[in-house]
C-alpha cells in the first residue's frame, strides 16, 4: 500500500510539473487607459477619487495563439468601460458598468466570438455587462519605441489612442507611484503618458477625450 500511495504521488508530482511549463495557448499586448491617473501621488489621487476616473479602455492585442479552439493570430479586441465610480483597485472596490466590445473586423464569425469571450473572461465583472459588440478595423502598435511607452491604436471612428514614455518631468508632487494596479491579469505592467484617448461611439450615453494624463498602462497578457 505504501508503494502505490508512493507512486501515486510521484505521478501528481511529475504531471503538475509538466503542466506548469507548458507553454500558454495565447499571448499578446495589452493597453490600458482610464479617465484618472495611475501614475500620481496622493494629493492627485484624492482629489479625483469619486470625480473622475469612471472610464476606461482596455485593448488586447494577440500576437499568436488560440482561444478555446480557435486561433486568434494577429487579432485584436477592445473593451471600452463606463462605471458608476473611480476605477481603482478592484480587489478591494470592484466596480461594474456598461462597456462597449470593439471587435477586429479582420475577424471571421467564431474569431469574434472567440476575441468577445477572452475580453469578457480577461476583464470579469468589469465588462459583465456588454451593451454592445462593434465590428471595426483595429490597429494597434504598442510598446513601439525603444524606451516601451509608445503606442498607437485606431478602431474605425470609435477609438483612437497615443501613448508616450513617462519621465521626469511628469512628476508633479514628488511622490509619484503607480498608484492604481491594471483592470485586468496582466504581466510587466508598467505606466505610460496619455497623449490622447478618445471614444465616440454609441451605447454608453457618453464620449470622452482625454489627453495629457499620466493614465495608461502598457504590458503583456497569457493565458
Not at 470592484?94 to 472567440?114: C, F, M, T, W, Y
Amino acid at each position: 500500500m505504501k508503494t502505490l500511495i508512493s507512486l501515486s504521488v510521484a505521478v501528481v508530482t511529475t504531471f503538475s510539473a509538466l503542466a506548469s511549463n507548458q507553454p500558454p495557448s495565447i499571448s499578446g499586448d495589452y493597453l490600458e487607459v482610464r479617465s484618472c491617473d495611475v501614475y500620481t501621488g496622493y494629493c492627485f489621487a484624492n482629489s479625483e477619487m469619486g470625480l473622475t476616473g469612471r472610464e476606461g479602455m482596455l485593448v488586447w492585442s494577440v500576437r499568436e495563439g488560440t482561444w478555446k479552439g480557435v486561433k486568434l493570430d494577429g487579432l485584436g479586441v477592445i473593451a471600452v468601460v463606463h462605471t458608476d465610480g473611480t476605477l481603482g483597485d478592484l480587489k478591494y472596490e470592484p466596480r461594474s458598468g456598461d462597456a462597449v466590445l470593439i471587435v477586429d473586423n479582420k475577424a471571421d464569425k467564431k474569431q469574434k466570438e472567440a476575441l468577445a469571450d477572452l475580453a469578457r473572461t480577461m476583464a470579469g465583472k468589469l465588462i459583465a455587462k456588454t451593451v454592445a459588440v462593434r465590428s471595426e478595423p483595429i490597429q494597434a502598435k504598442l510598446g513601439v519605441c525603444s524606451k516601451g511607452g509608445c503606442a498607437s491604436v485606431t478602431a474605425g471612428n470609435l477609438v483612437e489612442i497615443s501613448t508616450s514614455c513617462l519621465s521626469a518631468k511628469h512628476d508633479v508632487c514628488g511622490n509619484e507611484e503607480t498608484f492604481y494596479p491594471p483592470l485586468s491579469n496582466v504581466e510587466g505592467a508598467y505606466p505610460v503618458f496619455t497623449d490622447v484617448a478618445t471614444f465616440t461611439g454609441k451605447g454608453l450615453d457618453v464620449t470622452w477625450q482625454i489627453s495629457g494624463k499620466r493614465s495608461a498602462f502598457l504590458a503583456s497578457f497569457s493565458r
